[in-house]
């Protein structure tokens, strides 16, 4: 596929200069109305494609409108005499997707069965019986074996249910950091060299993946029909933002791959808007829990009364009937069989649990 002037914003620029600090998918957003259709700006062929990113700083792009109704990127080549010239580092290459927005994630967050950790090492004591260690601190292995001498440090963490069919896919694999082997044996003694949450007694260790992290990501639309939820977000918060990892309902069994990018729905069904507009104690009551607390709201004199009638409450059956709105996009960066994870891309407005995923 090629982009066409439909597919342009407005005020689509005839010439860009790359700048530091630029990526394909923020170029794009000067052209495009969409922008993860930039690979089709620059007519790549994602089967073929590994490292897309070829542009440098200084480059200057031209908007190609000469091929009829499509329109394509190129750079400007001019012709120049001998001089001396400034060669830039591949490390300066544009990026797909910045590194600094991703990397952490690439190799970090999992998804595993219920019982996918119970036979990895575990941590059977920690330096002088601490309840939670950190960084440098010194921690007991059962079960490490020989070999590896780095590994990762995580916990079995919430389930992830499917809202729509109610079914397990699976637990997030709470990473905690990074351990040493320093004395290895039967029961190995460890180093934590990197620490993101304290770490306990009863923690697994899973060895260090050596895989590379890719940059190279084309982003591009699924060829069959994907439509899911939003089952958790990187952190377990209600509601996140651009740039933050969600995990998806579907996997890899689902036809869902690397580089997808999907469309996010507001789902008014799921939007929660019994908690915001019940009373605080008409819902969960002084104690926190779930048991509802009858609420009767005090009468109102005629001297403090309101100038207009209240109008009835939004009720279930109401916001049931109202379409889901389309308000963002992600990309997926990491699959697994039943689940998968994916970056924020474009979000108008906050990206909530239990939200729709369909193709962009």
Known sequence: MAATTADLKANAPERYVVQP????????????????RWPELWKMNRA???????????????????????????LETTRLGP??????????AIHAISPSAIEPFLSKPMVVSEKELDSAPEIIATQEDRVALGAGNTAYVRGLPPGTTTWQIYRRGDKLIDPDTKQLLGYVAIYLGEAEVTRPGEITTVQITKAVLE????????????????????????????????????????????LAIVVLSKGTRDGVEVGHVLAL?????????????????????????????????????ARDSRPFA??????????????????????????????????????????????????P
């Open 21 to 36: 600090g630029d990526t394909l998918w923020g170029i794009a957003t000067r052209f495009l109305k969409d922008a993860w």
């Open 48 to 74: 073929q494609l590994r490292n897309p990113h070829r542009i440098y700083p200084g480059d200057v792009l031209v908007l190609d409108r000469s091929a009829g109704g499509q329109v394509t990127l190129r």
């Open 83 to 92: 001089k001396v010239r400034i060669q830039p580092r591949e490390a300066d």
């Open 199 to 242: 770490v306990y007694r009863g923690d697994k260790l899973v060895p260090l993946p050596m895989e590379k992290p890719i940059f190279g990501y084309v982003p591009h639309a699924p060829q069959s029909q994907v439509r899911g939820r939003i089952v958790s977000t990187y952190g377990g918060l209600w509601e996140t933002g651009p």
């Open 265 to 301: 729905h507001r789902d008014m069904r799921s939007a929660r808007y019994a908690e915001r507009t019940e009373p605080l104690f008409g819902r969960t009551g002084p104690t926190g829990n779930d048991a509802r607390i009858p609420y009767v709201p005090a009468d109102m004199g």
């Open 310 to 359: 209240t109008a009835d409450p939004v009720r279930e059956s109401d916001f049931a009937q109202l379409p889901a709105e389309r308000y963002g996009v992600v990309m997926v960066f990491r699959t697994f069989e039943r689940a998968s994870y994916a970056l924020v891309m474009q979000a108008s407005r906050p990206v909530a649990v239990a939200d729709i995923i369909s193709n």
